[in-house]
């Protein structure tokens, strides 16, 4: 039982002792307290099926008791900065990480989080090249230090500070984009951003597989293809950012980018890579690799022993149990029933995404796509009180986030859409025959 202060007590502590700029889901936000595999407790001992664990993230299910037991045998024996001394942690996990690499993406570097590995890889690729010009998408999430907020794409994540030399292309979204699924025409605009906004040379182009923050937007078919000629063209280097879209999540493919069929030069990571262990890393080549012996590259926790034999254990229980082929099977399905939500339901606009990585967006008019960000909030309370956590997001705010924990079941996805269902008829949503629908 927990014996622990109440949530009104926490939230006052929070208050005042916290940063003002810290918020919560919900008005009346969960106290969790505990967590098991794809499901969260309260303080009461109430259950939740976590959908949105997958921004943490806990890929294998949290508390998953094979990382647990890693963490918990190496934290007795050692705890430490590992880059200094020798500890056989870091060099396996390495060389573990390296063997789910295409092509000659066989070096690593380890971070604390997503985003100062974006911070070191954005730096690789302006040693590697000479340039300072960076791509990113407009919508993109890639980090809040300086660097990074440059490269992330949305006002609500941009302070008002100095972020310079990244330029933002037309985001390929197949749902409100310009040029609907064509990728190659928005390719386009990233061959229009070197010509007219740099000297003809960049550093690089960096971008999700799936916009995460962005709402679940899958990027259009032939988008990374196309891009990937002009930057070459233009001397760059290509970031992959798979802080969400790694480690299996999408079912299909173990990294994100491969289901356009690239290879990155540079691959940054996080979240899924250690469970929920503050871990990152950067993947690149030996020869981009080697610009960092210039100077110094240190980093105090940085692939230390309790994170990366963390980030081990995680790549093994993928593996035994089969947590890629599950996103698939589980996430193809899930989808199938959200979209049979959609024919039922006239606002929901768009449903999409791949694997356990799920958007459904709300819309006020399917015409328009007039943001539904205030219907959102009364579906999402609504679903907590029957039990299911579910993520938001998107530009406007009007888009479930469902990225579960890879052990999600076909019971749990049915469980998730017969409450969203029973969450939207309570709330009065307008329920159409299907054939009056477009
Ligand atoms: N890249 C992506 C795609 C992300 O979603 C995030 C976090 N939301 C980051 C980078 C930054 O990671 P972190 O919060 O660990 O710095």
Redesign the pocket.
């Known amino acids: 039982p927990y014996n622990g202060p109440s949530a009104a007590d926490i939230l006052q502590k929070r208050k005042q002792y916290l940063s003002p700029s810290i918020f919560c889901f919900y008005n009346q936000p969960v106290n969790i307290v505990d967590g098991k595999m794809q499901y969260l407790f309260d303080e009461k001992g109430r259950r939740y099926l976590d959908a949105f664990g997958g921004?943490a993230t806990v890929n294998c299910g949290h508390c998953h008791p094979d990382v647990v037991d890693v963490i918990v045998k190496q934290i007795n024996r050692l705890q430490h900065s590992t880059v200094l001394y020798l500890n056989h942690a870091i060099a396996d996990f390495a060389e573990a990480l390296a063997s789910k690499m295409p092509g000659d993406l066989k070096v690593v570097f380890f971070t604390n989080?997503?985003?100062?590995?974006?911070e070191l890889a954005m730096m690789m690729a302006r040693l590697y090249t000479g340039c300072n010009d960076i791509i990113s998408l407009r919508n993109?999430?890639?980090?809040?230090a300086a660097g990074?907020m440059g490269a992330t794409a949305q006002r609500v994540w941009k302070f008002n500070v100095v972020q310079t030399g990244v330029h933002h292309a037309l985001n390929p979204d197949p749902y409100r984009g310009m040029f609907g699924s064509d990728g190659e025409k928005y390719a386009r605009d990233v061959q229009d951003l070197i010509d007219f906004g740099t000297s003809g040379h960049v550093a690089g182009f960096i971008s999700?597989a799936i916009?995460?923050?962005g709402g679940i937007v899958e990027l259009a078919p032939g988008y990374l293809p196309a891009v990937y000629s002009s930057v070459k063209k233009a001397g760059g280097l290509f970031i992959a950012?798979e802080?969400?879209?790694g480690f299996a999540r999408t079912g299909s493919h173990f990294w994100g980018f491969e289901s356009q069929g690239v290879v990155p030069d540079i691959v940054?990571m996080?979240?899924g890579i250690g469970n929920g262990i503050p871990l990152?890393a950067v993947v690149t080549t030996p020869e981009i690799a080697e610009v960092l012996t210039r100077r110094n590259y240190f980093n105090t926790f940085g692939g230390n022993p309790v994170c990366t034999t963390a980030g081990h254990a995680v790549l093994k229980v993928i593996e035994k149990e089969k947590l890629q082929e599950n996103a698939y099977v589980v996430g193809s399905y899930l989808k199938e029933r959200l979209l049979s939500l959609k024919d039922k339901y006239e606002i929901i606009g768009d449903v999409r995404g791949r694997g356990l990585m799920l958007g459904v967006e709300f819309v006020t008019d399917r015409k328009l796509k007039t943001p539904a960000n205030v219907e959102i909030l009364h579906i999402m309370d609504q679903m907590k009180e029957m039990g299911v956590l579910v993520g938001k997001g998107g530009f406007y705010g009007n888009v479930f986030r469902i990225t579960p924990p890879l052990c999600f079941t076909k019971e749990d996805a049915d469980f998730f859409v017969d409450v969203m269902d029973y969450a939207m008829s309570k709330i009065g949503l307008v329920q159409q025959p299907a054939n009056l629908l477009d």
């Open positions: 921004i989080s997503g985003t100062e590995a974006n993109a999430y890639h980090g809040n990074t999700e916009q995460g923050v950012d802080v969400q879209s940054t996080a979240k990152g």
